[in-house]
């Protein structure tokens, strides 16, 4: 099934949208997780079949329901947020909590953005960084970009202007624009002994950070 699956990725990849989504409809009714998760994005999308949420939405659940993490995210910010189905906030916050427990950058990303927010869940800024320090662990830019204006600002954590050099570092290098600019400012603060320590950790870091999309 691995090879079956490599194949409709290949056709999508390709630009071959009505025969991936043939492909990805046969594995997905046979019970794969990948294929239901591409599915579900290929029918949000409007990608080999006309736009349908609602069809999107039961593939992402069916996906998730196995256990696929992005298709927890995904189902998860739909129930929320998504034009065109039936919102429930509180499922939304639970599907996205669980995708974030198993791994999912972008779910941890969006958990910690519920949290500062008190959407769905206790307003809640050290829970928020704690998110974000996990995302920005695996290289979610934006994710880097915030964790550091929380050490810049103490929000949610001790203000630590080494930490926040590091991750604002990480994100400007990757083009986020207001990392720059907080950087600039951060840098303007911080001791000769800081910039040593912050550029030591810089290193580190820019070499485990698994890199993952905004």
């Not at 996906?63 to 739909?78: F, I, W």
């Not at 050290?126 to 920005?136: G, I, S, T, V």
């Not at 204006?149 to 949610?156: D, E, H, I, L, T």
């Not at 986020?176 to 912050?198: F, H, I, Q, T, Y």
Request: charged share 20%.
């Amino acid at each position: 099934m691995n090879n079956e699956l490599d194949q409709a990725v290949d056709c999508y990849s390709k630009g071959q949208f009505e025969a991936a989504f043939a492909a990805f409809s046969v594995l997905a009714e046979a019970g794969d997780a990948n294929a239901q998760a591409w599915l579900a994005a290929l029918h949000a999308n409007g990608e080999g079949t006309q736009a349908d949420a609602s069809r999107a939405l039961e593939w992402y659940e069916k996906a998730a329901q196995q256990g696929h993490a992005l298709a927890q995210a995904n189902l998860g910010a739909m129930l929320i947020s998504s034009p065109g189905v039936a919102h429930d906030e509180a499922r939304g916050v639970l599907w996205i909590q669980r995708a974030a427990e198993n791994g999912d950058p972008f779910a941890q990303a969006n958990l910690a953005n519920l949290h500062a927010k008190g959407r769905g869940v206790a307003q809640d800024d050290a829970a928020a960084a704690r998110w974000l320090r996990r995302a920005a662990e695996q290289g979610h830019y934006p994710s880097q970009a915030r964790l550091g204006f929380c050490y810049a600002s103490a929000r949610g954590v001790e203000r630590d202007r080494v930490q926040a050099f590091v991750w604002l570092s990480l994100a400007a290098q990757h083009g986020v624009g207001n990392a720059l600019n907080a950087l600039e400012n951060v840098l303007g603060d911080m001791s000769a002994e800081e910039k040593r320590a912050g550029a030591s950790l810089f290193d580190q870091w820019r070499s485990r950070a698994t890199p993952a999309a905004a």
